[in-house]
């Protein structure tokens, strides 16, 4: 029988959480009292809901039943000290009873008012009347029954032994229930107003900080194309007027710039993009500025195959190559390699590196960066909180920048 009831519990437990945590699946419940209960969870605001799951995980299973037994406990000890301040009206089972009826069912209903305070606080009018009432209308038909039992009491009599109880009655659940009801009530509506502000102000702390985050990108953008679109046209323009030992590197920069500026083009349009796109963008960069430098830049590309579709947020890596080049590979006299990777490490997180073999970072800017690096980690910041970005000195030469991106970086940002 015990285990009968115990599997019988758990599968309802399992129901409800799952409900809580799935509205929707109520609907999908057979007809009946089962269904009926889903469908008032279902009403229940989204707080409401999450406060009431994480209090059924934390109580569910022998967490229910070891609660249950210490509240049968101190309404039992309540009921054995009501026995000695009144021994003479009270004896040792009535007492003990009375207590665990009473403190049970008082128990049940702060329970239901602590997961259902929304609705209590909206139709508060309705609420207090019925727990007023239906206690005193009850209490009426007891006294009036009884008296009718007892056979020698008249109408009157009966009538008035009635309303003497149903007035204990609905004074009782007044004190008992109405009171601490109510108390419940206006705390937890002040506690679901504060969260639901607190949420509020996340969500638009979240939004602008986005909004932020958009507005830099699309100044870097901008910073990036006449400033680079500038120097390349001035040096496409210097290898024509060399004639034509000059006009063969001039086509091949000019193509290596409408190559670039597609890539670009196409990925400025979009937050994320694929890996293998990011990719083809570094490389057209890469290939302008070596026929710009000439052989003082060189470059490695690798990108795995099962990477090349990951989805990372649009010119993070193109950012961190600029930088290698402007502070790194520009300043020194005979130049150096920048080499651009990605892998996955043994925690199952994507590791994107730009390497360079420049002059290194100052002693002033090791720790931190210029805005590019800021907005760089702004934006991973945003794609996801586990995301991050590195940039410190190589032992031997250079600098070395890691952004640590986990696998599923495209559901995290979207």
């Given at each position: 029988m015990w285990k009968k009831f115990a599997g019988w519990y758990r599968c309802y437990d399992d129901e409800t959480l799952r409900v809580l945590a799935h509205p929707d699946t109520a609907a999908q419940l057979p007809h009946g009292w089962r269904r009926w209960v889903a469908l008032r969870l279902v009403t229940l605001t989204p707080i409401e809901r999450q406060q009431f799951h994480a209090f059924m995980l934390k109580y569910r299973g022998a967490g229910f039943y070891l609660a249950a037994a210490r509240l049968v406990l101190l309404f039992s000890i309540v009921g054995v000290v009501l026995h000695l301040l009144l021994p003479d009206k009270v004896g040792w089972t009535k007492a003990v009873v009375l207590s665990n009826v009473l403190g049970l069912a008082m128990a049940w209903g702060v329970l239901g008012v602590w997961f259902n305070y929304r609705k209590l606080a909206q139709k508060k009018f309705k609420t207090l009347l019925l727990l007023l009432l239906v206690p005193a209308l009850g209490g009426v038909?007891?006294?009036?029954?009884?008296?009718?039992?007892?056979?020698?009491?008249?109408?009157?009599?009966?009538?008035?032994?009635?309303?003497?109880?149903?007035?204990?009655?609905?004074?009782?659940?007044?004190?008992?229930?109405?009171?601490?009801?109510?108390?419940?009530?206006?705390?937890?509506?002040?506690?679901?107003?504060?969260?639901?502000?607190?949420?509020?102000?996340?969500?638009?702390?979240?939004?602008?900080?986005?909004?932020?985050?958009?507005?830099?990108?699309?100044?870097?953008?901008?910073?990036?194309?006449?400033?680079?679109?500038?120097?390349?046209?001035?040096?496409?323009?210097?290898?024509?007027?060399?004639?034509?030992?000059?006009?063969?590197?001039?086509?091949?920069?000019?193509?290596?710039?409408?190559?670039?500026?597609?890539?670009?083009?196409?990925?400025?349009?979009?937050?994320?993009?694929?890996?293998?796109?990011?990719?083809?963008?570094?490389?057209?960069?890469?290939?302008?500025?070596?026929?710009?430098?000439?052989?003082?830049?060189?470059?490695?590309?690798?990108?795995?195959?099962?990477?090349?579709?990951?989805?990372?947020?649009?010119?993070?890596?193109?950012?961190?190559?600029?930088?290698?080049?402007?502070?790194?590979?520009?300043?020194?006299?005979?130049?150096?390699?920048?080499?651009?990777?990605?892998?996955?490490?043994?925690?199952?997180?994507?590791?994107?590196?730009?390497?360079?073999?420049?002059?290194?970072?100052?002693?002033?800017?090791?720790?931190?960066?210029?805005?590019g690096l800021e907005n760089v980690r702004r934006r991973l910041q945003l794609a996801a909180a586990a995301a991050s970005l590195h940039v410190q000195n190589r032992e031997d030469e250079g600098v070395l920048a890691e952004i640590v991106l986990p696998m599923n970086i495209k559901e995290l940002a979207a």
């Open positions: 038909a007891i006294g009036v029954l009884r008296a009718i039992l007892e056979g020698n009491s008249s109408i009157g009599v009966a009538i008035e032994r009635g309303a003497r109880v149903g007035g204990w009655a609905a004074l009782t659940a007044g004190l008992v229930y109405m009171i601490p009801m109510t108390i419940v009530v206006l705390w937890r509506n002040r506690q679901y107003e504060a969260l639901a502000l607190q949420l509020q102000q996340d969500a638009e702390r979240d939004r602008l900080a986005r909004e932020l985050s958009e507005s830099q990108l699309r100044l870097l953008r901008a910073q990036i194309e006449p400033h680079f679109l500038f120097n390349t046209l001035g040096a496409v323009q210097q290898l024509a007027e060399q004639g034509a030992s000059g006009a063969v590197q001039a086509a091949a920069l000019t193509a290596n710039l409408i190559a670039f500026l597609r890539a670009s083009l196409a990925e400025m349009r979009a937050d994320q993009v694929p890996l293998q796109t990011e990719f083809d963008v570094v490389q057209a960069y890469l290939q302008v500025m070596q026929v710009r430098m000439g052989t003082r830049l060189s470059f490695r590309l690798d990108l795995p195959p099962g990477l090349a579709q990951m989805q990372v947020p649009s010119m993070i890596l193109l950012t961190l190559v600029e930088n290698a080049i402007k502070h790194g590979i520009e300043p020194s006299l005979r130049g150096g390699e920048i080499a651009v990777s990605a892998l996955l490490d043994a925690d199952g997180a994507m590791r994107l590196r730009v390497q360079d073999t420049g002059v290194g970072l100052g002693a002033a800017s090791a720790a931190g960066g210029g805005l």
